[in-house]
């Protein structure tokens, strides 16, 4: 947590509190307050091939290369044990 007053519009809703809190009508309020109202997946970030979403679900799906199919719920990675193309599912996705 910073004391700093100014935070990036990336750092809004990415599940860390940059911010520190502050009383707004008797509520402590932060950087990830009310964040359900701003999902990570949204119209604004899908397909930016910027992971927004801890497990890159805006990004799955939108690779148009034919290379590879993978299932809708799996992106492409490159191994790092063989440096191939593999399909890795979203939930093994940042372990």
Do not use: Y
């Amino acid at each position: 947590m910073d004391s700093v007053t100014n935070t990036s519009f990336q750092s809004i809703c990415n599940g860390f509190i940059q911010l520190a809190s502050i009383n707004i009508e008797g509520k402590n309020e932060t950087d990830e307050t009310e964040c359900q109202q701003w999902p990570c997946n949204n119209i604004q970030t899908r397909c930016d091939e910027i992971w927004h979403c801890p497990n890159g679900e805006g990004e799955i799906g939108c690779d148009l290369s034919p290379t590879l199919n993978c299932f809708k719920d799996h992106h492409k990675c490159v191994s790092s044990d063989t440096n191939q193309l593999i399909c890795l599912s979203a939930k093994k996705a940042n372990d």
